[in-house]
């Protein structure tokens, strides 16, 4: 199947909007932004057999592709309008690009985003989206606008993902409920919205909370205390893993796509109210910090940290993060982050 027919066969697919005014079918869309909003556009790219095992479903795929962008927007509190798709295929398989847009269409469909162009190349397989939303100007949830004393917060639950992988790697069964979230992640996009001037800083938890919480550190320059066993676990997380491997899992587990941010102490009544709005569960599992702990990144407990100075971060300290049990002894994890699974 040429490549002509691929394109015709998404461009009978996708529904449109109203502000596109001109989408699949020329050289480019054309797109109408509202007066008084501006624009946030976010890219990601995933590779097979890199951000997806080469056994998922084409459909999941085409899913997952959307989410991770539609989380971007999510995490800067932005109302996703439209994206483009650049695919690039081993082969012109239409049975495949059906399923792909099975996933991509559905996802696109349930938060009225259009898809209004794109590329199809030949290469190994690969799918890169950019989404395109809108945001009331100043308004924008930034990494940069974490606060001494704010509260971090996480939205749904961590570790599902990764937990599913674990045991794809493994070699066993995946627990189906924690397939789906890695196969299916739900972009965050109302609880971004609801957050809007009530949250300071925000990310989408992609890489592993301990990583993306460094980098609101870093952005802010400060230093966040996280309560390990605070981090929200779903109860097939916790069937299927325990002790520090579950810790691990939900602090540096990485491809959860809930959103992490940080809101004053104040404003915890505003936070729980407009996530329940918002049918989302939220989580508060650490406080934001000054003062410096030196070179290096995580690492646990917190004793020699306070007493330093508490300038502004810089370079050498921004991102150090101070990780406590319960009982507040001090948690070291064994990694940081997310490694692709493919190594
Ligand atoms: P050009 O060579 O001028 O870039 P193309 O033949 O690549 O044009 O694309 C023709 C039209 O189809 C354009 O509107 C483009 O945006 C759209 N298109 C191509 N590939 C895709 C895709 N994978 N998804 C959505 N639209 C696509
Ligand atoms: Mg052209």
């Not at 697919?13 to 007066?35: F, H, M, N, Y």
């Not at 590329?119 to 939303?133: I, M, Y």
């Not at 893993?241 to 505003?270: K, N, Q």
């Not at 407990?301 to 330093?308: F, K, L, M, P, Q």
């Amino acid at each position: 199947m040429p490549e002509f027919d691929l394109i015709a066969r998404i461009r009978e697919r996708v529904s449109s909007r109203a502000d596109v005014r001109l989408g699949i079918g020329d050289d480019a869309a054309v797109l109408q932004v509202p007066a008084d909003r501006r624009l946030v556009v976010a890219m990601d790219t995933l590779n097979a057999g890199v951000h997806f095992p080469e056994d998922t479903a084409p459909a999941d795929i085409g899913w997952k592709a959307l989410a991770v962008n539609l989380s971007d927007l999510a995490a800067m509190g932005a109302e996703p309008a439209w994206c483009t798709l650049s695919l690039s295929l081993p082969q012109p398989d239409p049975v495949w690009l059906d399923g792909f847009l099975d996933g991509f269409l559905d996802l696109a469909t349930r938060h009225d985003v259009a898809l209004v162009g794109g590329d199809t190349t030949r290469g190994p397989l690969s799918v890169c989206v950019t989404a395109h939303g809108f945001i009331e100007p100043r308004a924008a949830l930034r990494r940069a606008a974490a606060r001494v004393d704010d509260d971090v917060w996480v939205t749904g639950t961590l570790g599902d993902a990764a937990g599913a992988l674990r045991q794809w790697q493994a070699g066993g069964a995946c627990d189906a409920t924690l397939r789906a979230r890695l196969d299916r992640p739900t972009p965050r996009i109302a609880a971004g919205r609801a957050l809007l001037g009530i949250a300071h800083a925000s990310i989408d938890v992609s890489d592993g909370l301990l990583a993306d919480l460094g980098h609101i550190c870093a952005a802010s320059g400060v230093r966040a205390r996280i309560d390990i066993d605070a981090l929200p676990a779903s109860d097939a997380l916790r069937s299927a893993f325990s002790g520090d491997d579950l810790r691990t899992l939900l602090a540096a587990g990485g491809d959860d796509y809930e959103l992490c941010f940080t809101a004053p102490a104040v404003a915890r009544m505003a936070v729980q109210e407009a996530l329940q709005d918002v049918d989302v569960p939220v989580a508060r599992v650490g406080t934001v910090v000054g003062g410096r702990v030196g070179r290096g990144g995580c690492r646990g407990g917190g004793t020699r940290a306070d007493e330093d100075a508490a300038g502004k971060g810089d370079a050498e300290n921004a991102g150090s993060l101070v990780v406590t049990t319960a009982g507040g002894t001090p948690w070291t994890p064994p990694r940081r982050g997310y490694q692709h699974f493919s190594g």
